[in-house]
């Protein structure tokens, strides 16, 4: 089992480009999130999908967007990158149905630069 | 404001001996707790957890504290090897599915 994926690892963008991050699991989780690391501040979860078909806003999720493609698949979409959204993503699952408390598996991390 | 607080940014520590790392909270519905462990350019990795309704959880050379009163936990290592040199997060949930997390503490393990 590869756990959790994400492409692409590292990325370089100029400000106002778009740009999708991609995140796949393989462990059959309920649950996706997204979550940025700024040295500092830990991760602070900018959106996340408790099953498929549903999204819900994190703690900072402007300027980003999702889409639940499937149970397997979360992408994270930047419409118009800004120097602010310089960060490591990560993406992370959980969730067995019908158990309360659940461990979040994180996958490698996308580092994004943005000039 | 932080929910979640991890004061020490830095622990070195000689090997063999004990780590302690602290984590505090300020709210009170958090009912359960889990630390991370990251290493550079990978992602967290679970750790241990631990559920309100116990003040200690331990797994092999790991052990939680909660002090639900002070809202405080810790993390003993003992004994800390140097491949617990590595970054470590509590976090804290209400709901037990959606977590935040702390700025995270330094481990250094000295040979």
């Known amino acids: 089992n590869a756990g959790v994926t994400q492409t692409p690892k590292f990325q370089v963008l100029k400000t106002g480009q778009s740009m999708t991050l991609q995140c796949a699991q393989d462990?059959?989780?309920?649950?996706m999130y997204w979550y940025r690391q700024d040295p500092g501040m830990g991760l602070r979860l900018i959106y996340y999908?408790?099953?498929?078909?549903?999204?819900d806003k994190g703690e900072v999720p402007n300027g980003y967007n999702v889409s639940r493609l499937n149970k397997r698949e979360f992408s994270l979409r930047l419409e118009s990158a800004a120097p602010s959204q310089t960060s490591v993503y990560f993406c992370?699952?959980?969730?067995?149905?019908?158990?309360?408390?659940?461990?979040?598996?994180f996958g490698p991390g996308t580092r994004l630069t943005v000039l | 404001d932080q929910q979640v607080k991890q004061n020490s940014p830095s622990l070195s520590v000689q090997e063999g001996r004990i780590s302690i790392l602290n984590c505090d909270y300020t709210?009170?519905?958090?009912?359960?707790f889990l630390w991370y462990k990251k290493y550079p350019a990978e992602g967290p990795t679970f750790l241990i957890s631990?559920?309100?309704?116990?003040d200690k959880n331990e797994d092999g050379r790991f052990t939680v504290f909660l002090n639900k009163s002070a809202k405080h936990l810790s993390l003993h290592i003992v004994p800390s090897q140097p491949g617990d040199s590595a970054v470590y997060f509590c976090?804290?949930?209400?709901?037990?599915?959606?977590?935040?997390f702390g700025p995270g503490t330094r481990l250094s393990v000295l040979p």
């Open positions: 976090a804290a949930s209400i709901d037990g599915q959606n977590f935040v």
């Open positions: 631990i559920s309100s309704i116990k």
């Open positions: 992370a699952s959980s969730g067995i149905a019908g158990r309360r408390t659940d461990t979040q598996y």
């Open positions: 999908s408790a099953s498929e078909g549903t999204t």
């Open positions: 709210n009170s519905m958090f009912d359960y």
């Open positions: 462990m059959n989780h309920n649950s």
